[in-house]
T-cell receptor, first 109, second 115 residues
Framework: GQNIDQPTEMTATEGAIVQINCTYQ??????LFWYQQHAGEAPTFLSY??LDGLEEKGRFSSFLSRSKGYSYLLLKELQMKDSASYLC??????????WGAGTKLIIKP | DTAVSQTPKYLVTQMGNDKSIKCEQN?????MYWYKQDSKKFLKIMFS???????INETVPNRFSPKSPDKAHLNLHINSLELGDSAVYFC??????????????FGAGSRLTVL
C-alpha cells in the first residue's frame, strides 16, 4: 500500500530552527509537496520538490532524496505565527496526491 | 477577491437530511477537487474534475454526488446524511494534474456537523 509518515507533533522555540521529516512509500513518484495549515483554516502551498536536493524559499527550505523516499521541511528563525500543521503529500505514478496526516508544530516563546 | 470560495462555511443538520455545498474558483484553473478532512486531520480526496469531466472518484458512498456545471464550479450534494459524514469538506483547484501544475488552492472549508 501507499504510505506517508510524519511525526505527529513537534515543539520548538521562537527564533530557533526546526526540521520536519517525511518518509514515503508510493507507487511511483511525480513530486512531493509541503502545505501549511493553521488551525481552523485551509491548507496553503509551501513547496514542491521533484528533483533531489534542497529548495530554499525565504525562511523555509525543503529537501528531497528520491532514493531514500525522504523529504524534510526546514523552518528557520521560527516565529509564533509558524505554529501550524505541516502536511507532506506525494504525487504517485497516476498523478494522485497521497497525503500524510500532518505534523503539528508548536512554537514556544 | 477570494480565489476559491465555498458555501456554507458551517452546516449543522440532522441525520437523514440532504445537503449541498457549493464551490466556485476564479483562478481560471482547469481542475477542481473535493477533499474530506476528518477529526484526525487526514485529508482524503473524494472527487476530482478536469474541465467538467470526472477524473477521480475515490471509494465514496454513492450518497455523495458531485456536479460540475462548468469548470469554475464544483458542487457537492450529500443524501441521507450519517453521523460519520461530520467533517470539514474542502474544495480546491489546480491549473492541471501533472507535476507542478498540481499545486492546490483550497477554499476555506465547510464544517459539516450531523446530529
Amino acid at each position: 500500500g501507499q504510505n506517508i509518515d510524519q511525526p505527529t507533533e513537534m515543539t520548538a522555540t521562537e527564533g530557533a530552527i526546526v526540521q520536519i521529516n517525511c518518509t514515503y512509500q508510493t507507487s511511483g513518484f511525480n513530486g512531493l509537496f509541503w502545505y501549511q495549515q493553521h488551525a481552523g483554516e485551509a491548507p496553503t502551498f509551501l513547496s514542491y520538490n521533484v528533483l533531489d536536493g534542497l529548495e530554499e524559499k525565504g525562511r523555509f527550505s525543503s529537501f528531497l532524496s528520491r532514493s531514500k523516499g525522504y523529504s524534510y521541511l526546514l523552518l528557520k528563525e521560527l516565529q509564533m505565527k509558524d505554529s501550524a500543521s505541516y502536511l507532506c503529500a506525494v504525487m504517485d505514478s497516476n498523478y494522485q496526491l497521497i497525503w500524510g496526516a500532518g505534523t503539528k508544530l508548536i512554537i514556544k516563546p | 477577491d477570494t480565489a476559491v470560495s465555498q458555501t456554507p462555511k458551517y452546516l449543522v443538520t440532522q441525520m437523514g437530511n440532504d445537503k449541498s455545498i457549493k464551490c466556485e474558483q476564479n483562478l481560471g484553473h482547469d481542475t477542481m477537487y473535493w477533499y474530506k478532512q476528518d477529526s484526525k486531520k487526514f485529508l482524503k480526496i473524494m472527487f476530482s474534475y478536469n474541465n467538467k469531466e470526472l477524473i477521480i472518484n475515490e471509494t465514496v458512498p454513492n450518497r455523495f454526488s458531485p456536479k460540475s456545471p462548468d469548470k469554475a464550479h464544483l458542487n457537492l450534494h450529500i443524501n441521507s446524511l450519517e453521523l460519520g459524514d461530520s467533517a470539514v469538506y474542502f474544495c480546491a483547484s489546480s491549473q492541471g494534474i501533472l507535476d507542478g501544475a498540481n499545486v492546490l488552492t483550497f477554499g476555506a472549508g465547510s464544517r459539516l456537523t450531523v446530529l
